[in-house]
C-alpha cells in the first residue's frame, strides 16, 4: 500500500480559475453522452421484459430494470446497470441484449459499473466486492479485494477508468486494477496520517487526481 503522494486542496492558496478541474475532451464528450445515454436506456427498460425470450424448457433470468445504477459505454454500445443485472444496446446492430448471471457474471448485487476505451473492458463491481471484466464474450472474475482478509469495511462506491486501468474509490483507499492483467496494480491509503478513509470518486485533469474523501477534496500528481 502507498500513501504520501495525496495531500489536501488548499482553497485559500489558489484563485477560482486555478481551481478549477479541468476535465479531458474525452470526458466532456462522454459527459454530454452520457445524459443522452441515460434518457435512451430509460425508454428501452420496459422492451427488455418481452425482448429475447428463451425457448422452452431453457432457464429465464429475471432482472429487476425498475432502478438504474450507472449508464455507461461508448459510440458503439451502451451499457445500463442495475442491481440485478446489466444489459446492452448494440447501436450498430440495434439490438438489446441482457447479461446476467447464466451469461457468466459471477453474481447479483451490482454496485458499479465504468467503461474503459484503451482495453475495451466494461468493469462491473458488485456489494461483496466483487469484480468483473468483460471483454467481447469473456467474462473474468477478479477476488483480489473481495478475498482481503486484513480489510473489513471495502465496499466499492465509485470507479474511474483510464489508459487500461481502473481506479476504485473504496471505504479504506483507492485501489488500482490492471485491466490487461486483470490483477490489482496498487492500492493507495490516502488520509491523513497515513489513516484510511473513504473515498467517494475520482477524477483527473491532464496532470492531476481528484479525489472527494471524507476528509475534503485532496489532489496528487499523475505519473507517467
Partial sequence: MQSGDWFAWQRNSISPVQGTI?????????????????????????????????????????????????????????WCATPTGIFFIDLEENSINPLGKIAGLSTTGIREIAWDETTRSLVVAYENSMIDLVQSENIRPVYDLRNAQDIRQKSIRHI??????????????????????KETKETYIIGNGGLKINVYSLAASADTFYASTSEGLKKAARRG
Avoid at 38 to 61: H, N, T
Avoid at 167 to 178: A, R
Fill in 22 to 78: 479541468i476535465l479531458t475532451d474525452a470526458t466532456r464528450t462522454f459527459g454530454m453522452m452520457h445524459r443522452h445515454y441515460w434518457f435512451f436506456c430509460c425508454l428501452l427498460i420496459p422492451l427488455l421484459s418481452v425482448a429475447q425470450l428463451p425457448p422452452i424448457g431453457k432457464w429465464r433470468e429475471h432482472f429487476n430494470w425498475s432502478e438504474t445504477i450507472r449508464v455507461t459505454g461508448d459510440r458503439s454500445t451502451i
Fill in 160 to 181: 474511474f477508468t483510464m489508459t487500461g486501468l481502473a481506479y476504485l474509490s473504496t471505504d479504506f483507499g483507492i485501489v488500482v486494477i490492471d485491466l490487461d492483467k
